[in-house]
């Protein structure tokens, strides 16, 4: 079970938007990318069979997992996360600093 997973909310930790709270909108091995942040300038030729205009564009570019932390919205704060079993055996994940299961 991954600790960090799509839809998530996240807390920049590090980098240039450290602070910057977003939700995940893509999870790949040691990489994530996260709505609205970390933002790079692409330059784009115009392709008028595809029907691209071309120009500059903004696109978000991935993150390191290790500069993201889970947002814990209770503390407003950033938390780790453990899994742990329920009474009926399935696995979920919590947060370490006040034991709520993540839903």
Known sequence: MQKIKQNDEVIIIAGKD??????ITKVSSSKVVVEG??????????NPNAGVAGGIV?????IAIS???IYNSATKKADRVGIR???EGNRERF???NGESIV
Request: aromatic share 4%; proline share 7%.
């Open 95 to 97: 947060f370490k600093s």
């Open 37 to 46: 942040l970390n933002l790079a300038k692409k330059h784009v030729r115009p």
């Open 67 to 69: 500069n993201i932390a």
């Open 85 to 87: 079993t329920d009474k």
């Open 58 to 62: 903004s696109t978000e570019m991935p």
């Open 18 to 23: 450290k602070g910057s709270i977003g939700t």
